[in-house]
């Protein structure tokens, strides 16, 4: 794949927001990089494999998924079109990914190697700016990711999920837009688990809920139950 099919977005983007598309073209021509397919639940990167890019997501979905020895996946983080992942380990001493990343849907992935990186931070200010922002922004949502996942209660969770939904849409019937098991694999619970809590908050009054919709019926009991 061609990188000029991407350069209209690639430049819309914060990291190449300073160039103009020529500019970019003329790096991209002179430097490495590659473009990759995947389908879904293809694996881009497995836990414990170098990480040497700086990857973006170009098209689809790609997740960051930790599994446990039981078999239990946690989703850590989702990335979507204009999104990075690897810069916080492509210039550690430990440049290991710990956790497997995994196409959600097809995807189209840009790889940046570390050489073509540096150049790119001496080349333009802005990118160098815009890469230390975007690694400061990945170890806060992380640092808050886990804190989410190991202080906060199930009905904490769903909560704290279902008020969100609510701020951004302001609409009390809430599309899941995925399955219950991928609901409980994002929260880090187990889908029983997940299950058995929302009929106890459906039998409280507190929501209504079918297979793909969740519908507040108490905002109030809602917002209490999050903290």
Not at 123 to 143: D, E
Not at 170 to 192: F, H, I, N, T, Y
Request: glycine fraction near 4%; charge should be neutral; charged fraction near 30%.
């Amino acid at each position: 794949m061609n990188i000029s099919t991407y350069i209209v977005d690639l430049v819309k983007m914060p990291l190449f927001r300073d160039f103009k598309p020529e500019e970019l073209m003329e790096f991209f021509t002179s430097c490495d990089y590659s473009i990759a397919s995947y389908g879904k639940d293809d694996m881009i990167f497995i836990e414990d494999e170098t990480c040497s890019n700086l990857s973006i997501v170009l098209e689809g979905m790609v997740e960051i998924q930790k599994i446990d020895a039981s078999g239990k996946i946690l989703t850590v983080a989702q990335f979507e079109q204009g999104d990075t992942f690897g810069e916080n380990l492509i210039f550690g001493d430990k440049n290991l990914y710990p956790m497997t990343v995994v196409s959600k849907s097809k995807s189209m992935v840009l790889h940046i190697p570390k050489t073509s990186v540096v150049v790119l931070c001496q080349k333009n200010t802005t990118f160098l700016y815009q890469f230390l922002r975007a690694l400061s922004n990945r170890a806060v949502n992380l640092s808050s990711k886990l804190k989410q996942v190991t202080l906060k209660t199930i009905r904490q969770k769903i909560c704290e999920f279902l008020s969100n939904k609510y701020e951004k849409s302001g609409k009390v019937q809430v599309k899941l837009g995925m399955s219950k098991r991928e609901w409980a694999d994002k929260m880090g619970v187990q889908r029983p688990s997940l299950s058995r809590e929302l009929i106890k908050m459906k039998d409280e009054g507190i929501i209504d809920y079918d297979k793909d919709t969740i519908i507040i019926l108490d905002l109030e009991a809602l917002e209490r139950n999050k903290i």
